[in-house]
């Protein structure tokens, strides 16, 4: 069974940098073909997907937050990881890791933590 669980600050400055951590277990993050993927979903609002980072170690993010978007992963650790940079009050959210198997079809979710950018 394979479970992810998100990690990181629950309160961020605006202007700073947003940084989560997916921790895996139960599978690693460099078994073909999954894609490990950062997900959001604002208050009042839909999910949004953020970016992934692939098996192979290649990353590819929403058109929308390429600009400020870094994904890395730590394959030692068995993790991936966030980050956001220049946030404003419009990046609170839930987030979310989740495992992707097929084109944005999600088998494996983690629970989703808070963020909340605000002075």
């Known amino acids: 069974q394979v479970q992810l669980q998100e990690s990181g600050p629950g309160l961020v400055k605006p202007s700073q940098t947003l940084s989560l951590t997916c921790t895996v277990s139960?599978?690693?993050?460099?078994?073909?073909?999954?894609?490990w993927s950062w997900i959001r979903q604002p208050p009042g609002k839909g999910l949004e997907w953020i970016g992934y980072i692939a098996y192979s170690g290649s990353t590819y993010y929403s058109p929308s937050l390429k600009s400020r978007t870094s994904i890395s992963r730590d394959t030692s650790k068995n993790q991936f990881t966030l980050q956001l940079s220049s946030v404003t009050p419009e990046d609170t959210a839930v987030y979310y890791c989740?495992?992707?198997?097929?084109?944005?079809?999600?088998?494996?979710w983690g629970q989703g933590t808070q963020v909340t950018v605000s002075s």
């Open positions: 139960g599978g690693s993050i460099t078994t073909n073909y999954y894609y």
């Open positions: 989740a495992r992707d198997y097929d084109k944005h079809e999600y088998d494996y």
